[in-house]
C-alpha cells in the first residue's frame, strides 16, 4: 500500500496543478468571484492532502507495525478529497449544488490527520 498511495498522492498533485492552471485561464472566462473562490479552495485542499498521502506512505516506511491506522489515514485523505474537492469542483463545474457533501470531506481530512498523529505516537521509536 506504500508505493499505491505514494503514486495517488503523485497523481492527485498533478491534477491539483492542471486542474488550477486549467481554472486560473479557460475556466476565468465563465467563472464568477465567488466560484474562483471555490475553486480556489478545491484545488488547495486537493494538492495539501496530496502531500498528506505521500506524507502516509513515508510513515509507513517508519512505523510498519501501525499499518492499520495508516491505511485508514490515506483512505481518509483519499475519501476527504473526493468529497470535498470533488463537490466544489461538482459546483463550480456542473452547476449541482452538493454542498451537504463537502462537510463530510472536511471531517475524512481530520479524521486523517488525527489517525495520522495518533499512528507516529504509538509507533515504535527508530
Do not use: C
Amino acid at each position: 500500500m506504500q508505493k499505491t498511495f505514494f503514486i495517488s498522492g503523485a497523481i492527485l498533485g498533478g491534477l491539483a496543478v492542471a486542474i488550477g492552471a486549467y481554472g486560473a485561464h479557460a475556466g476565468a472566462k465563465f467563472m464568477d468571484a465567488e466560484s474562483m473562490i471555490t475553486f480556489g479552495k478545491a484545488v488547495r485542499y486537493q494538492m495539501n492532502h496530496a502531500f498528506a498521502l505521500i506524507a502516509v506512505a513515508f510513515a509507513l516506511s517508519q512505523w510498519p507495525e501501525q499499518k492499520r491506522l495508516l491505511n485508514w489515514a490515506a483512505y481518509s485523505f483519499l475519501g476527504g478529497i473526493i468529497a470535498f474537492s470533488g463537490s466544489l469542483y461538482l459546483i463550480v463545474f456542473a452547476k449541482l449544488h452538493l454542498g451537504y457533501i463537502t462537510p463530510f470531506g472536511g471531517i475524512l481530512f481530520v479524521v486523517g490527520w488525527l489517525l495520522l498523529a495518533y499512528a507516529a505516537f504509538k509507533g515504535e521509536k527508530k
